[in-house]
């Protein structure tokens, strides 16, 4: 299910916890999908019974990292992400970080990449101060979207 309306959020939230799982939430940008994002999904999806999946929308990708940036839409990106087996919701944000998802979503796990701490985990104090855990899951080294870029412009 590709989510991209705040009131689709209410309403998924609502039916996850009437379901009573645990939720696990990440976000990222997914641009050019690899092993690694791969990788690090199999493991935040196996921290819990839902996992919830955080997409960047288009603008919010070029304000962060540039106009040249996303190489694959937001529809796109989020249509592959839904498709995994270790993906249960996507959610689209327009705000440059998830911050307004946590709050609405609650999770009971947060998931970020290794190359954050909790301190760097946008969220974490409130997914924290709801009962819920953050966690960092170590990232699939030489595996990134920007290296897979940089190798084609060599090309």
């Known amino acids: 299910m590709i989510v991209t309306t705040d009131i689709q959020l209410n309403h ?3 039916d996850l916890r009437a379901a009573g799982g ?10 050019i999908l690899h092993a690694g994002h791969v990788t ?11 996992l919830v999946l955080g997409l960047n929308s288009d603008a919010s990708v ?9 190489l694959n839409s937001e529809v796109d990106r989020a249509t592959v992400l839904a498709a995994l087996r270790s993906v249960d919701h996507v959610v ?13 979503l609650l999770p009971d796990i ?3 990449g290794g190359d954050y701490t909790r301190d760097t985990i946008v969220g974490a104090d409130i997914v ?16 990134s979207t920007t290296s897979i870029i940089n190798r084609a412009r060599t090309v």
């Open 40 to 50: 690090y999904l199999e493991e935040a999806r196996g921290m819990g019974d839902v």
């Open 62 to 70: 070029r304000r962060l990292k540039g106009p040249d940036r996303p």
């Open 12 to 14: 998924l939230r609502d």
């Open 128 to 143: 924290e101060a709801n009962g819920g855990i953050v966690k960092t899951v170590p990232l699939l080294e030489g595996r």
């Open 92 to 104: 689209i944000f327009r705000d440059d970080t998830p911050l307004t998802v946590i709050e609405i």
């Open 110 to 112: 947060l998931v970020k």
């Open 22 to 31: 645990k939720i696990v939430f990440t976000n990222g940008v997914f641009d």
